[in-house]
């Protein structure tokens, strides 16, 4: 838990990602330890998020993870226990960097948006802390 307690927003990044363009288009790839600081185990994606619906509340205590919006826009509210910070992530060649112990809720979701996810674990229930007031205090007796 040690990462999770000293985590702050500044260890979190806006990553610009390559763009490979010709006529037909564009290509970004996402390469290990090279794009991103960690090995990706997982990927999932969330889409058809209805209007106005919320996701996230909640952090990880090991996880990183890499948020792109593969199409249409959306916004991510971070916390790291003292300060808040909205991104809007809305192209595919930007992705941002989530490190340990930072409470993320996902909002604004565009009428088609996709937020793809690059993990650095397996899904685990236990690495989730859901409960804000758990999470404050584990920041702030750390
Ligand atoms: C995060 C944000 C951005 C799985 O079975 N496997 C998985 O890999 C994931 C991510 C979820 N699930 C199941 C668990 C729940 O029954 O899918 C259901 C919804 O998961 P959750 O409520 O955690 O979804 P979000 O969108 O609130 O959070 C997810 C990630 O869990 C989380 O790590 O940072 O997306």
């Not at 209805?50 to 971070?78: D, T």
Request: aromatic share 8%.
């Amino acid at each position: 838990m040690e990462i999770f307690s000293s985590s702050s927003l500044n260890d979190c990044e806006i990553i610009q990602l390559p763009m490979i363009n010709n006529r037909a288009g564009n290509i970004t790839a996402i390469n290990n330890q090279i794009e991103i600081p960690f090995e990706t185990k997982r990927i999932y994606y969330l889409y058809d998020v209805p209007g106005g619906a919320e996701r996230g509340g909640h952090a990880h205590k090991a996880l990183k993870q890499l948020l792109v919006a593969g199409s249409g826009s959306f916004e991510i509210e971070l916390n790291d226990g003292i300060t808040t910070k909205t991104i809007h992530l809305n192209r595919p060649n930007v992705g941002l960097l989530i490190v340990p112990g930072i409470w993320r809720e996902l909002k604004n979701f565009s009428s088609g948006a996709i937020c793809i996810v690059l993990a650095s674990e397996l899904y685990n229930t236990d690495d989730y802390i859901r409960d804000i007031h758990e999470f404050k205090k584990i920041k702030h007796d750390s």
